[in-house]
């Protein structure tokens, strides 16, 4: 069995590693490997799903209100009252059990989510590469590592070529470290041990091997994720949260005063306990936390039809909220297939040199593959001679190219490829159409006509430069005096149907503005294929030159230019007038995607970009995302709409209960019926989070706003508490009722209100007009039946109900109808008056 390894593994060198933990440079074998996966998963010890529904189940009882409830009730018994325990008790949990369930399939919806998006690195078994979950590894494999992957677990290097890793998430240092073999001391501190990598980290640029020695619960990062939440609230959660408190604040602030109320008026204690508590446990939101979860969930694996896998469940009502949408112009509004047009030397003239060295440079380079290699390495080349890799310096985005070192026949040549502006400033030489090599200097106007023309017609170039080596090895050193080849043009064609694409989103006013580091020329050709009549385009340099006024920023069309550092400064401008979501799948998107209200990915992004998103596109298509927001708006939209039927009617029933309690001799509803209340009420809410969802709700971006929940609370609650007044008067005044039937009589009027607003409030137009989702219809006329059928069924005696004439059942249906009505139209009214506030 291998040694465990201490903690300061990195005060050894590798081979000492390799020795402790029976590993070679050709990896595990196999076998070896699945059994210490199995031995790491006993020490994992994960939760069973078993487990898992244990705790989510005990979960549904722990509000104080219901555990006070559960005690009170117990209580009575001790006290010689058993006639409701067990009723009490069977509509608590049945309702704990209701909450549960769909509480676990929203759970499993996520697990599932997880499960298609499970990151996957490149190790060495039994001497071969292969990809397998990250999650899978174990001390003693050897990672290949390249720009763009996640570092899986804390390992030390056994190879490194110009490595940097981002750090941020373990010593907040954004800026790249660079990484090499070695031993370090062993009390060097975290930011400092410049020879291995940790979990949770990322390759920024370069490539490496290192040798796994610690995974899952004993690595670094695992354990700051243990001590510290490293969720994020978005604003919904908080708004959601503040409001449910605020709800919470209300409903005991009342029970209490209720209480006060009836032990005033001599009434029993025990009896006027549980009636208060009651109606806390049945008025509190207690489902606000389920229904959005419920929602959510539903609404992730709508959107996983939609080809959108969600990331992060609390990022749907974040997506909902979006008006401007920010991306890079490859894959999005282009094709993402990229063509090699034309390869050319320095002036222009075609050129078959340029050609040559620009296929060595891709085909011999071993870092993350990307589209330009790809199309490089099909290039119709034919080498006289041996070629052979001698060296390499791999790409980064300071320096903005890579260096190849190779031996072609007897020579050694230093090949770079990269971006034109950086490369011209390392040559000092350019060669000619007749092969020779001249001064660049007097050449320069003419190179850079070339490459500008080329940009106005659309066309992308990188530049190909070349020198004599007279040595094997190399590093960014050797980059200076160098011959300019040449260019090579490349074009990526814009998408069809991009300008409707374009045109779907601004219906759902949503604006577009493209980011990119391509040259102003390209971006603007591409911004006249896609149909923007006069572009703006604003470059990089504006941005340095000492930023950048409101209104330029609104206007423009395209950033060019851009610097991946940028693109996060652009972000956080652009938020302070906008909801912004940004796409992006390449590790220079990285931080704007971490910035972004919303971020979004693809899933043939590097690892990194994919982690850092909250949503991750199947297909990389703006049609796809519309689909996607649509679904974010319906879920917000759903979330919204209990929030609604909750406010109103809690302020409404707490205000009647008040003033029933002040004017009656009795409880105006026993306790037992305020929790069969809540419990009938329950199904039918719980089906909201998969309800139809009006056009026009989705229309526009639904923003968390207090202030009108608050409005509609007050508006609403005392309608709702008109309306129970009047039903107070006629039971009392008109028909003559007794206490059963007063309290009978007001159950029916309370839940089939409760059901009737479900149906009103889900529309901002006329109710009749909007077809509510099958499962709410169902599930609510089920609770209708139940509840005329309660007083009449054999065990109506037990829950306090006693049979109502015609008379009575009739005029209760005229009070809820009148309820209707009048709610209806007060709600076209209310959303009419403050509905730009939404």
């Known amino acids: 069995m291998p040694t465990e390894p201490n903690n300061a593994f990195w005060q050894y060198n590798s081979a000492y590693w390799m020795q402790q933990l029976n590993s070679t440079p050709d990896g595990l074998g196999e076998t070896e490997a699945a059994k210490r996966l199995l031995l790491q998963g006993n020490i994992r010890k994960p939760v069973s799903r078993f487990t898992k529904d244990i705790r989510l189940l005990l979960s549904q009882f722990k509000s104080p209100l219901v555990l006070l409830l559960i005690g009170a009730v117990i209580l009575s018994a001790f006290l010689g009252d058993t006639s409701d325990v067990f009723i009490i008790l069977f509509i608590v949990v049945s309702t704990g059990l209701m909450s549960f369930f769909q509480e676990r399939n929203a759970g499993r919806v ?53 490595l940097h890793t981002n750090e941020a998430s373990l010593t907040g240092e954004s800026f790249p470290v660079r990484k090499d073999t070695g031993t370090c001391d062993a009390l060097t501190e975290l930011n400092k041990r410049t020879n291995s990598i940790w979990q949770g980290t990322s390759v920024v640029s370069g490539h490496a091997k290192a040798i796994v020695i610690a995974t899952g619960g004993k690595t670094i990062f695992s354990n700051l994720a243990g001590s510290a939440s490293l969720s994020v609230e978005t604003a919904f959660d908080k708004g959601t949260k503040k409001f449910g408190f605020l709800l919470l604040q209300i409903t005991l602030v009342l029970s209490v005063l209720i209480l006060c109320i009836n032990l005033l008026n001599h009434k029993n204690v025990i009896d006027s306990a549980l009636f208060a508590l009651a109606l806390a446990v049945g008025m509190a939101p207690e489902l606000l936390p389920a229904i959005t979860t419920i929602a959510m969930s539903a609404g992730a694996n709508r959107m996983l039809t939609k080809k959108v896998i969600v990331k992060k469940l609390s990022s749907i009502q974040n997506l909902g909220e979006i008006n401007l949408l920010c991306t890079d112009k490859t894959g999005t509004i282009t094709e993402g ?148 080849a040449g260019f090579v043009f490349l074009q990526d064609p814009v998408k069809p149907g991009i300008a409707e694409a374009i045109n779907a989103l601004g219906q759902l006013q949503i604006g577009m503005k493209i980011i990119t580091g391509d040259n102003r020329n390209v971006a603007r050709a591409i911004a006249l294929q896609i149909g923007i009549k006069e572009p703006v385009v604003v470059s990089g340099d504006e941005l340095n030159a000492g930023g950048i006024s409101p209104e330029r920023l609104q206007e423009a069309h395209i950033f060019a230019e851009v610097e991946p550092q940028q693109k996060e400064q652009l972000i956080r401008l652009l938020q302070k007038k906008y909801t912004v979501a940004y796409m992006g799948d390449g590790i220079n998107d990285v931080s704007a995607i971490n910035a972004a209200d919303v971020g979004i990915s693809v899933n043939n992004a590097v690892d990194i970009a994919k982690e850092a998103a909250d949503f991750v596109l199947l297909e990389k298509d703006l049609s796809v995302l519309t689909d996607g927001i649509k679904e974010g708006r319906k879920t917000f939209a759903n979330t919204l709409k209990y929030i609604y039927i909750n406010t109103g009617s809690t302020f409404g029933n707490m205000c009647s209960v008040a003033a029933a309690s002040l004017l009656l001799p009795f409880l105006p509803m026993l306790p037992k019926q305020i929790l069969l209340t809540n419990f009938i009420t329950d199904f039918p809410y719980l089906a909201v989070a998969s309800d139809n969802v009006d056009e026009e709700q989705i229309a526009k971006p639904g923003k968390w706003n207090l202030k009108l929940i608050r409005n509609y609370m007050v508006i609403f609650g005392i309608h709702s508490s008109l309306f129970d007044l009047i039903t107070f008067l006629v039971l009392l005044k008109v028909l003559h009722v007794t206490e059963s039937g007063f309290q009978t009589g007001w159950f029916i009027e309370s839940v089939l209100t409760e059901l009737f607003v479900l149906f009103i409030i889900r529309t901002h137009g006329n109710f009749f007009k909007s077809k509510p989702a099958a499962a709410l219809s169902v599930l609510s006329m089920g609770g209708l039946i139940l509840t005329l059928a309660l007083p009449y069924l054999p065990f109506a005696a037990e829950i306090g109900m006693i049979p109502l004439p015609a008379k009575n059942i009739l005029y209760m249906l005229l009070i809820v109808t009148g309820y209707i009505l009048t709610a209806d139209l007060l709600k076209v009214w209310f959303f009419r008056k403050y509905g730009n506030e939404i």
């Open 337 to 484: 297939t990229i063509e090699v047009t034309a390869i050319t030397n320095g002036l222009g003239d075609k050129d078959d040199y340029t050609a040559t060295l620009a296929y060595w440079n891709a085909s011999l380079e071993s870092g993350y593959n990307n589209p330009i290699d790809e199309v490089l390495k099909r290039l119709p080349v034919v080498t006289q001679e041996p070629v052979q890799k001698t060296g390499e310096v791999p790409y980064d985005f300071t320096r903005k190219r890579l260096s190849i070192a190779l031996q072609a026949g007897s020579e050694r040549i230093l090949v770079t490829k990269g971006a034109c502006k950086e490369l011209l400033g390392i040559c000092t030489m350019i060669r000619i159409k007749d092969g020779t090599e001249q001064p660049i200097q007097g050449y320069l106007p003419a190179v850079e006509n070339t490459f500008r023309n080329a940009g106005t017609n659309g066309m992308r170039a990188i530049g190909v430069a070349y020198k004599k080596l007279a040595k094997e090895s190399i590093s960014k050193d050797d980059e200076t005096e160098m011959v300019f």
């Open 110 to 162: 996520v697990e599932k989510l997880q499960a298609l998006i499970a990151l996957r690195c490149t190790v060495i078994r039994d001497g071969q590469a292969l990809e397998v979950d990250s999650d899978k590894i174990v001390p003693g494999d050897i990672l290949v590592l390249n720009a763009g992957d996640m570092i899986p677990a804390d390992c030390l290097l056994t190879e490194s070529n110009e």
